[in-house]
């Protein structure tokens, strides 16, 4: 039997979607987390990702031999590349993910290597609000303000002039500051690309990307702030437009290092050019997150999950994604308090063509939107049989929800 | 259309897909007096969380609908005497070794029933909605039962996890 070490986030979505599906594939699994569990002495390792070196040392004391590591969630990627590198598994290498996880490494592993990308600057943490004007002037109006290390638009602003890029940078500096990050970290300025989202997921076999996915956002977001809501797959685009997107993925991801396991590629078709030219603008070494991946649908009840574990182990991955138009609509924060409820939940999930609705901010917590913002509400899904049926499903099932905040 | 058309067309668009992708299945048989009778088959895992929702689901599609009562291969009474005494078993280990240290976390585990050597329980309090939750019951609660109670076919989280308002390790975006 196959033996799986898993790194799950005491935060994450989707420690249940893993473990159900190393289950269905009959691994074996030793857990490594740094969720203080209860039960956990015996059966999980306790790991700190902030301390690389020591965790990697209590994984190799007590993991006993496995086939493969996989990262369940953004904060364990790091930590499983070290892992694998000591155990001579099969993985990328740190370096390749940390630069995957930072956007200003990304955007000169991109210039270097040529990767369609949108122009920008990237702004030391002691710029002068004069160097930033600039900057924001040098890749032109509008621009987007990013925070380098914070993931899903937290910390992503749009400014359509130069007081704007100053108060969107002031802004970020507070969510950089609130979520614990350096204080010397940079900033990226980015010339804002207007045009039609869409996302890649992919599998990566020695630099070969075998894709699993392909989502639309036909709600493509604008700005100023950058909610990812409506995804919808598969992708209307027309397939040359698809191929160049999945070549660029293919690069872009080559240019980090990164050359196994899952990604997630974010491209907009540049509406700026005839030739809606697919533009990178961020990637990532791991599957599409929150609960997006329970919209797809694998030949045989095969999920997105078990393809990465497989993948991980080496196997041979072949998705056949079901050809049937399925979505997910992320349902955003959209005022800050307390979460009181939510009312209407059964007459959204009664909307024909909606399979599933889950809200996964538990009432009493407090939520910002973005771009402080750190989760989402909750997740619609559908199927249908066009695509409109399925934007229409879960645009109809949002309105029946009554958010209660205070 | 007659109400188990109806109720099952709402399953067909609604849960169903879910269902058969987690390994179970779920038909309409009968509506009895406002009662609709569904027969599950397969994982009872697959169907069994989604109960309060298949309920509230068919209740607003098919307003003469106004319960729901699952019959199937699990959802038969055990047989006399065994199921009891496993239950009985399963619920001591519960109470003596789990229950004691989950409530560090604010969380408890019920028992919902044993049925054919299926073992259902439900976590509430702080495991209730918690992103680890089932990180706790596959490599915590799953082997220190099937150490204790060898018989045991297969452990369920019946939990409506949504519905956690308190939930000791709450999920982030990515």
Redesign the interface.
């Known amino acids: 039997m196959a033996r799986v070490l898993l790194l ?1 986030p ?4 989707r ?2 979607d893993f ?2 599906a190393a ?2 594939l009959g691994l074996d ?1 030793v ?1 490594g ?1 740094d ?1 203080a ?4 002495r015996r ?2 390792i306790r790991v700190d990702p902030g301390d690389l070196e020591a965790s990697v040392d209590r994984l190799l004391a007590r993991s006993g031999p496995v086939d493969a590591v996989v990262a369940v ?2 904060p364990m990627l790091v930590l499983a590349a070290a892992v694998a590198a000591r155990m001579g598994l099969t993985h990328n290498r740190v370096e390749a993910v940390r630069a995957a996880a930072d956007k200003a490494t990304q955007r000169r592993r991109w210039a270097a290597a040529g990767v369609a990308q949108p122009a920008f600057r990237i702004l030391p943490a002691d710029a002068s609000i004069g160097a930033l004007k600039k900057a924001a002037a040098q890749v032109g109006f509008p621009c987007v303000v990013k925070a380098v290390s914070l ?2 638009s ?1 910390g992503v602003l749009r400014a359509d002039d130069k007081r704007g890029a100053a108060a969107a940078s002031a802004r970020i500096r507070q969510v950089l500051g609130v979520a614990g990050r350096p204080a010397d970290e940079p900033l990226l300025v980015e010339a804002y690309v207007p045009g039609w989202e869409l996302s890649v997921d992919g599998l990566l076999t020695d630099g070969d990307l075998t894709v699993t996915t392909i989502f639309d956002k036909p709600d493509t977001p604008e700005g100023p702030t950058f909610e990812e809501t409506l995804l919808v797959t598969p992708s209307r685009m027309a397939k040359p437009i698809l191929s160049e997107a999945l070549r660029a993925a293919e690069r872009a991801a080559g240019a980090l290092g990164l050359r196994y396991g899952p990604i997630h590629a974010e491209l907009r078709l540049d509406a700026r050019n005839h030739r809606r030219q697919p533009t990178m603008l961020e990637l ?1 070494a791991r599957s599409i ?2 609960l997006c991946s ?1 919209a797809l ?1 694998f030949l045989d ?1 095969v ?1 997105l999950e078990q393809l990465v574990l497989a993948n991980a182990l080496g196997r041979q991955v072949t998705p056949h994604r079901l050809a049937r138009p399925a979505g997910v609509l992320m349902l955003p924060v959209e005022r800050a308090g307390v979460l009181q409820a939510v009312h209407g ?3 959204a ?2 909307v ?14 407090t939520v910002h939107p973005l771009p402080e ?4 509400l ?1 997740f619609l ?1 559908a ?1 249908g049989a066009t695509h409109q049926e399925v934007e229409e499903a879960l645009h109809t099932a949002r309105r029946r929800l009554r958010v209660i905040t205070r | 259309m007659d109400l188990v058309d109806r109720a099952m067309a709402t399953l067909r668009r609604s849960v169903l897909p879910s269902v058969i992708a987690r390994g179970g299945t779920v038909r309409v048989i009968a509506v009895e007096e406002g009662t609709a009778i569904l027969e599950v088959r397969g994982s009872p895992g697959a169907v069994l969380p989604l109960a309060s929702r298949i309920q509230e689901l068919l209740g607003a599609a098919v307003p003469e609908i106004t319960g729901v009562q699952f019959v199937g291969p699990h959802a038969e009474p055990p047989p006399a005497g065994r199921g009891e005494r496993l239950a009985d078993r399963v619920r001591d280990v519960l109470d003596a070794e789990i229950n004691p240290v989950i409530a560090a976390h604010g969380g408890r585990v019920t028992l919902v029933e044993v049925d054919q050597g299926w073992v259902r329980i439900r976590l509430e309090g702080g495991c209730q909605g918690c992103s680890l939750a089932e990180v706790t019951v596959r490599q915590g609660i799953e082997p220190l039962l099937r150490a204790r109670v060898p018989e045991m076919v297969g452990l369920a989280d019946v939990t409506d996890h949504a519905a956690g308002t308190t939930p000791f390790f709450s999920a982030e975006k990515r």
């Open positions: 799950v005491a935060r994450t979505y420690a249940t473990l159900v289950g269905r699994v857990v987390s969720g569990l209860p039960l956990d059966l999980v969630d953004t993931s899903g937290q990532a997150g929150g329970r649908s009840g999920s939940t059964a007459q999930a009664a024909a063509g909606i399979t599933g609705l889950s809200i996964t901010t538990p009432v009493g917590q913002g750190d989760r989402y909750g899904f199927e």
